[in-house]
């Protein structure tokens, strides 16, 4: 974290992703009729998993919710709360794709922003931001059983290695923490819209015959 | 580790773990009809996966086994006689569910105290103490593609937490180390063996219609 | 490192290894038909992932791609050049088995070479070797949601062992690095081409009825 301003900003988007892949989890949960320890554990590995797996490649290690016991608690609040709010809602598959692209949106950023105060370079950074973004909710899909999100979903890594990379630029030009955040979350939140509302997908590689 | 006598027992409680957990890998591997070769990868992936996990978690690297080689030994030595024996067994799946339990019980303990040692706040101690316990059996399952534990078992993260939180209790109120690890071993291969034994379970979460 | 010899050899190889083994990954990206960010991410993950486990668990953090971008680079190229050429091939399916065995025979030499450099014992050098090789692999088809190497293909982890123990004992009676290299690559990829070929493998562990 290179100063209070940086820092606030990207510690609230986090937080923020965090609990809001909690919630992912949790839905994924509620689709595969989970118990309340279900919930919370795949709540705790959707909504924790990609920053870990960004501290540990990154070397910043314990990693991140070690010494903040409050991220941990962040994960089970939403989690039980998803557990009693969830049956109210009229689709829980809806809810966890509009939650999953905040999520996304959210992740790619702070995934970024994080490998760019350790010194990555470009590349690595935007890697480390589309790393940040994809790997809770492919290890939700894993644990769940549930078909990847890889093969399945429209535009979704395009999505965050978009949002990487815009924050990446905005930064270079130096527009502020705050409108690159916002822009950048604004560009990547928008393309996973538009790719859900109208099925926008790249093209498939298609297999010749033989 | 703190002293001679907590380290003394939860290294024979981890070693035990470990060789109980190699086993539940290779009865696993025995059902998928693997080859020798199969089975050592899955004893040994099943074995140490959990205290890996913890390992890079905490920052505590190279991870264990690295500087005790020892420990993969008592995984192979566990996966080559689980090969020959296990045809003598008159149901490798009831012998896999009991070994389980048992790994299960003394991870979720010696999880909780070797993140206590590092220093860890209680929250986060249990929650080590739960992923140590089932992070090798959700890697073998994973692995083995078989369903994962996670949906279908009695009592599976529960036994975990109940096991990590008395532990956590026990020391807090100073009984020592002998009477900490029997007493929460004892609860949580009580609690699964009840679960096992008369199908316990939490209620699941029921999807209402739509 | 220990010399310049050493270290430009292997790391010459390891480039190679981690080339072929993304394209590897993104034959597998088009078998399943994903888009052209799919083969960008599984070929990273699959060429870069083996050595990647192999430092988070020797504790050479950040990993060892973090300060070298040129590697993901290799991974992005290689990618792209599949995503074009594959329709040329005429089987998909038989370059990527060809793919996989030159980079498991190439994965299980530098896996060893790096971890004997870090100083581990023997069995550790060669558990890491063996590592290093499958466990690309393993997250390819644990991504992919293909059937795991580990229980379909022919003499797989038993190539890694038999290559990273001829490298280990050909280091130990000092025939020199580029012998030691060219040594286990002709054994592990002599033997896996044999068991491709006449579909060699080692006895099942059957399961008596009951």
Redesign the interface.
């Known amino acids: 974290m290179s100063g209070l301003d940086l820092g606030s900003i990207i510690d609230w988007t986090g937080l923020f992703g965090i609990a809001v892949f909690a919630v992912s989890g949790s839905l994924e949960?509620?689709?595969?009729?989970?118990?309340?320890?279900?919930?919370?554990?795949?709540g705790?590995v959707t909504g924790l998993g990609g920053g870990?797996l960004r501290d540990?490649?990154?070397?910043a290690?314990?990693?991140y919710?070690?010494e903040r016991?409050e991220m941990?608690?962040i994960c089970l609040v939403a989690s039980v709360a998803t557990?009693f709010l969830?049956?109210l809602l009229?689709?829980?598959y809806r809810a966890l794709v509009w939650m999953d692209a905040i999520g996304l949106s959210t992740f790619c950023i702070t995934g970024t922003a994080i490998a760019m105060a350790?010194g990555?370079?470009p590349?690595?950074a935007v890697?480390m931001g589309?790393m940040s973004a994809?790997f809770g909710g492919?290890i939700r899909d894993?644990?769940?059983?549930e078909?990847?999100i890889?093969?399945s979903r429209e535009l979704y890594?395009?999505t965050a290695?978009a949002g990487a990379t815009a924050y990446l630029l905005l930064q270079l030009v130096n527009v502020g923490e705050m409108i690159a955040t916002l822009g950048a979350f604004s560009i990547a939140f928008g393309l996973r819209t538009a790719a859900i509302l109208f099925g926008l997908?790249?093209?498939?590689?298609?297999?010749?015959a033989?």
């Open positions: 949960a509620a689709r595969k009729e989970m118990d309340i320890l279900g919930f919370l554990l795949i705790c870990t540990l490649l990154l070397g290690t314990p990693v919710w070690i016991p941990v608690m557990y969830a049956p009229t689709s829980r350790h990555a370079s590349l690595i890697c589309v994809t492919i894993v644990l769940c059983a078909s990847l890889l093969s890594v395009t290695v997908k790249l093209p498939q590689y298609r297999r010749p033989g």
